[in-house]
């Protein structure tokens, strides 16, 4: 398990930008993969489509590519094409997955999505019954870290190892944690990305006062991430 830290300037990319974190991230994932060509690839939680945009950069190729997301706006954003098929789904619900059947060989990718499982038991049980193999990353509750504890306020994703226990019940995982920081030039740009980002800091659990009081005291100049990253093979296996 490694647990180096890349760092990040917020000014280094464009400030209508705020997945600078997702988009290093699926950019990693997609580096991992073994193989050049897949006969089918399913991104679980495609969002904009970072996943896909690291596919074609690295010439890795495909005859489908099944992109879901449940949000209709992000769908329209991800890129379109012949090879390309879209589905509206929360993967939430189990009649998402009464939507799609994957051939044997297809191989499933879920990129900074599964951390917003409502039932992460649930959720990769079927995922685990769509296709033998996987590669997922996940954020854990170590993102924002420091800025919880100051605020006093439970994270609202997953904890490390209940995500690695969680995902051992269906997959014989390898697993990997990255931790990343990302640099601001002010609090007040922090707390802007927080809000603008897809990373949710748990300020909504806060009111008003608190988060200017949170502003205030916030001892760090960046915001910390933790992902897990997992290479997966299904214990179940797909079902036709």
Not at 128 to 149: C, V
Not at 192 to 221: F, H
Request: aromatic share 12%; with cysteine.
């Amino acid at each position: 398990m490694s647990n180096a830290i890349q760092e990040f300037s917020r000014y280094a990319y464009e400030y209508d930008t705020y997945n600078v974190i997702q988009a290093e991230v699926a950019a990693s994932l997609v580096k991992q993969l073994a193989a050049s060509h897949f006969t089918t690839l399913m991104d679980m939680g495609c969002g904009s489509g970072e996943v896909f945009k690291n596919l074609k950069k690295q010439n890795i190729s495909f005859e489908h590519f099944i992109a879901l997301d449940s949000s209709k706006e992000m769908l329209e954003i991800h890129p379109s094409g012949e090879k390309i098929e879209k589905i509206c789904a929360d993967f939430n619900r189990s009649e998402t997955f009464e939507k799609f059947t994957l051939a044997e060989d297809s191989l499933l990718l879920s990129s900074s999505a599964l951390q917003w499982s409502k039932d992460l038991d649930f959720t990769l049980s079927e995922i685990s019954k769509k296709a033998s193999h996987a590669y997922f990353t996940i954020f854990t509750s170590n993102t924002f870290k420091t800025l919880h504890q100051t605020a006093k306020v439970t994270s609202p994703i997953y904890h490390t190892e209940v995500l690695k226990e969680t995902i051992e019940k269906y997959y014989d995982a390898a697993f990997e944690v990255k931790e990343y920081r990302l640099h601001f030039e002010s609090v007040r740009e922090m707390f802007n990305y927080i809000k603008k980002s897809g990373v949710s800091g748990g300020e909504k659990q806060l009111s008003y006062t608190k988060t200017k009081q949170l502003m205030k005291t916030y001892p760090l100049d960046y915001l910390e991430f933790e992902v897990l990253f997992v290479e997966a093979t299904s214990l179940n296996g797909p079902s036709s």
